[in-house]
């Protein structure tokens, strides 16, 4: 089964600048979770889907972070503008059903960003 | 606010020698717990999870887990490790019913040494 894939690997911006990732979860999950990983920490939540509805943004810096998941498959997490806190890996992940009721989520190898 | 401590780090040992990773979380109600590992240039896959039961749990390669209500504890162990056991790991908590919203520790990296 493929997992979950996410794009761009790498990606380094000046600061004011935006970016965006791209989330593809595994086929068929409902939920769909955007996390930020800052280095010497563990993984942060910013925003949760389940199909193609928010269930939690509480931790999403909405002024410069926005997400969606059109159609409820694929997800496109943007930041606009970049500060240089933002550099962090942005971590995708998915699971057939809210996560925490199964244990199971599926993470992507993550998206790397630097910002200079 | 919910939290999730891991006591340590960077642990380093040596092959063949026992493993104890510590991890608390600060909730009073029913919480679901997890080990997650993230092998060097590796996503981060489920080691093993609690949900309720027996509070010992066992994972994959031989890792296994003790809940300890009392104590607010999910401390993770293996009695020999390996080489190939070098990463990283993470605790993490749900909060029983509250959207399935893992919270993580900051993860504790283990080295190995051959």
């Known amino acids: 089964e493929a997992g979950v894939a996410q794009s761009p690997r790498y990606k380094i911006i000046e600061k004011r600048q935006s970016v965006a990732f791209w989330c593809n979860p595994i086929s068929g999950h409902a939920t769909l979770y955007w996390y930020q990983q800052i280095l010497g920490q563990g993984p942060k939540l910013l925003i949760q889907f389940q199909n193609n509805g928010v269930v939690d943004d509480s931790q999403l810096p909405k002024d410069r972070f926005s997400a969606e998941r059109l159609k409820g498959v694929d997800s496109t997490l943007k930041i606009q503008p970049a500060k240089l806190e933002d550099s962090a890996v942005y971590l995708c992940a998915s699971s057939l059903v809210r996560g925490g009721d199964t244990g199971e989520l599926f993470f992507g190898e993550g998206s790397r960003l630097t910002v200079l | 606010a919910q939290s999730v401590s891991q006591h340590n780090h960077h642990v380093i040992l040596s092959e063949a020698a026992s493993l104890e990773l510590g991890c608390n979380y600060s909730?009073?109600?029913?919480?679901?717990l997890f080990w997650y590992v993230q092998y060097p240039g590796q996503h981060l896959q489920l080691l093993l999870k609690?949900?309720?039961?027996?509070?010992l749990v066992k994972g994959i390669k031989g890792f296994e887990a003790e809940f300890i209500k009392s104590k607010f504890s999910f401390n993770l162990r293996k009695p020999s490790v390996q080489w190939s056991d070098t990463a990283e790991y993470f605790c993490?908590?749900?909060?029983?019913?509250?959207?399935?919203?893992?919270?993580f520790g900051q993860g504790t990296e283990l080295s190995v040494k051959p």
């Open positions: 993490a908590v749900t909060i029983y019913n509250q959207g399935g919203k893992l919270i």
């Open positions: 909730y009073g109600g029913t919480v679901n």
């Open positions: 609690y949900f309720s039961g027996d509070p």
